[in-house]
């Protein structure tokens, strides 16, 4: 099954959790503690970059903002508690189970390269894998650049995380990935928005983020705009999913979920960018052109 969310709301997001049963037999009703987790599905054919741009315009501790997403893989920012900001790049190992302990050595995510203060580990709970985490003070309104490259490598594939810096102006290679994916490109490309501070609080606090300016290169080495996503929502019982909303905004398409977010478009809907990119920005990794 493609891992379409985040690694602390995986099973949720999908739906398989379900409210416990009373002992009288009856079914109860779970209590809401986070609003519910959104998303955009990108529609684009298989990959070797995926370049996106976002903006956060609101925020709260708890808060996850997933720029490049794909089937193996998550990058993006997160605001955690006492104003702390990060930047994670995540990559599954391509095996099931939650003990990242049980994973046999040649089957688990490898290192090939680890930026400076960038903090990389295994993680496990809901699925295991590879993470990296590295301390990026991003602010509301400020544009954040990602990009994530994929190179084949027999039955392998790696996967390389870029984030630009806008004090020194350039682009930090945070990490390279490398796991088992049976020799497959870039796919199921999306983003998201996520509560995880889920204290029944989180609810009430809201969260908006802009996504656009998007690019991929193909297999067939041809460049494209991403410019169609699919809005879609987890299904898991404790998250409020009356509060959400996406749609169109300056510079690519939003999603936004509590407080007092009401929804414009219902899930599922295809959403167009307004102002389809034009031209892709100039000052992209040069690694990017290396075989």
């Not at 508690?81 to 189970?97: L, N, R």
């Not at 939650?98 to 994973?103: A, F, G, Q, S, T």
């Not at 509301?140 to 039955?155: D, M, T």
Request: glycine share 12%.
């Amino acid at each position: 099954m493609i891992r379409l969310f985040t690694i602390a709301s995986a099973f949720v997001a999908l739906g398989l959790c379900v409210a416990p049963a009373a002992e009288s037999g009856k079914t109860v009703t779970p209590k809401i503690n986070a609003a519910c987790s959104i998303h955009l599905g990108w529609q684009a054919p298989a990959s070797e970059w995926f370049y996106l741009e976002a903006r956060v315009e609101k925020s709260t501790p708890g808060s996850y903002f997933m720029i490049c997403g794909w089937n193996t893989g998550y990058f993006g920012v997160q605001e955690l508690g006492g104003g702390k900001k990060v930047a994670i790049f995540s990559v599954w190992d391509p095996t099931k189970g939650d003990n990242p302990d049980h994973v046999k050595l040649e089957e688990r995510v490898e290192v090939l390269h680890e930026g400076k203060d960038v903090k990389v580990s295994r993680f496990g709970g809901e699925g295991t894998g590879g993470k990296s985490m590295t301390e990026f003070p991003w602010k509301v309104g400020e544009k954040i650049r990602c990009l994530v490259q994929a190179k084949v490598e027999g039955q392998k594939t790696a996967y390389s995380g870029w984030l630009w810096q806008p004090k020194s102006n350039e682009w930090k290679h945070l990490v390279t990935f490398r796991v088992q994916t049976g020799g497959k490109p870039l796919s199921g490309l999306y983003s998201f928005v996520e509560d995880f501070r889920r204290d029944g609080k989180s609810v009430g606090e809201e969260r908006r983020a802009v996504f656009g300016n998007g690019w991929v290169k193909t297999v067939d080495k041809g460049l494209l705009p991403l410019t169609q996503a699919r809005f879609t929502a987890s299904k898991a019982p404790t998250e409020a999913s009356d509060i959400i909303d996406a749609g169109q905004a300056e510079g690519g398409l939003y999603l936004a979920n509590g407080g007092k977010v009401s929804p414009s478009v219902p899930v599922g809907t295809v959403l167009s960018v307004n102002s389809a990119p034009t031209t892709v920005p100039n000052d992209l990794p040069t690694e990017l052109s290396k075989p």
